[in-house]
């Protein structure tokens, strides 16, 4: 069994409701009219929130309701969020819907014969993309997981974050959960001066600061005395009505603090959904970090690119840092496909970094 299929596995057998989860209840969704056609953006917000709510176990699911998104919204089903840029339809993540419904609402999606890419979507849909709808299907990277029910800080790779967690101790820094922004922004400003991307936040595979809806997240704070160290914003990921996981899709740090302060508010924050019951924690996307055994289905000249890179691109952004970061919590790593109609997709790959807003 792959590594993917173990997780989801796991996954499955474990969905009981989490106790600080914060959820509205909502039905699941109206009563469906024979006549009612599937379209663009024809759900409520209340209405995509069940579906969310019911299918929604990606981890970048939540992530999907970031602003400017469209939605294939197929009723009784489900939906396909996506963006246009340049003539080309960018879906990002699985399907929201139930699994034996994947191949009906991506086949009615395509019957428009618009240019359609798919970003960061499991390997059970990127090998349906294949072998149905004729599609490369090619890794992106990987997405790691954690067990909650059996982490600790023990063993001799967690060493760097028993470190860090003790200085953080030492030097007096507490940390504070809440949802009243207090000086966010102001630490955002200062943080993207330091990105290698500067001065603009990375879209689309990473939502944005700012959402309209913010039911069901959390967010953790690093102080020292008065001073903000950072923060981690957490999105919930659902299955069956229940709240299964977080995953952590914003962190700002501030570089005063020169020890770093990411290991210990992550781990204060794991121990607090640990002790609520919460099952997993989504790490979120290392992009780049591909295996080196090339699929029937994938792009082989797509996956060299990929893999030089990760090895040489880190002047850009920070591949290797930040697959190193995640990798010291001792997750899963599961596979993350991106799926492509042209061998060679360099206008695709260049519109999607566009909408992503790296250039």
């Known amino acids: 069994m792959s590594t993917t299929a173990q997780v989801t596995t796991i996954i499955g057998q474990h969905v009981e409701q989490a106790k600080g989860a914060k959820i509205l209840p909502l039905h699941l969704h109206r009563p469906i009219r024979t006549r009612e056609r599937a379209g663009i953006d024809k759900f409520s917000l209340d209405e995509r ?11 970048m699911s939540f992530s999907a309701l970031q602003p400017r998104m469209q939605y294939f919204d197929m009723p009784g089903v489900g939906y396909i969020a996506f963006r246009q840029q340049w003539g080309t339809r960018f879906v990002l993540a699985d399907p929201v ?31 349906l993309l294949a072998e149905k709808f004729g599609y490369y299907s090619t890794q992106f990277g990987v997405e790691t997981v954690v067990d909650l029910e059996n982490w600790d800080l023990k063993g001799k790779k967690k060493q ?35 990105r290698k991307v500067r001065n603009r936040e990375i879209l689309f595979l990473i939502r944005p600061m700012d959402m309209d809806y913010q039911e069901g997240t959390r967010r953790f704070y690093a102080y ?51 002790a609520e019951g919460v099952k ?28 030089f890179l990760y090895k ?16 010291r919590f001792q997750g899963t790593d599961c596979r993350t496909f991106c799926a492509h109609k042209e061998l060679l997709p360099v206008k695709s790959f260049l519109s999607m970094f566009k909408l992503a807003n790296i250039f």
Request: hydrophobic fraction near 35%.
């Open 312 to 327: 040489y691109g880190n002047m850009v952004y920070s591949f290797k840092g930040l697959h190193f970061t995640k990798s």
């Open 49 to 59: 929130l069940a579906y969310l709510r019911k299918y929604g176990d990606h981890c």
């Open 97 to 127: 819907c139930d699994e034996k419904d994947r191949e009906l609402i991506i086949s009615e999606f395509l019957k428009e014969k618009k240019n359609t890419a798919f970003a960061q979507i499991s390997q059970p849909v990127a090998e």
């Open 280 to 307: 997993y924690m989504y790490l979120g996307l290392s992009p780049l970090v591909v295996d080196e055994h090339d699929r029937h289905y994938e792009s082989r000249i797509v996956k060299f690119m990929i893999r």
């Open 224 to 274: 020292q005395g008065d001073e903000l160290l950072g923060f981690i914003y957490f999105d919930p990921v659902y299955s069956d009505n229940k709240l299964i996981s977080y995953v952590p899709n914003i962190s700002r740090f501030s570089h005063n603090f020169k020890q770093g302060i990411f290991y210990p508010l992550m781990a204060h924050a794991m121990d607090v959904f640990k």
């Open 160 to 194: 760097v974050l028993r470190t860090s967690i003790n200085k953080a101790k030492k030097d007096g820094v507490h940390f504070v959960e809440k949802y009243e922004a207090n000086g966010d922004r102001a630490l955002t400003d200062e943080w993207l001066k330091t």
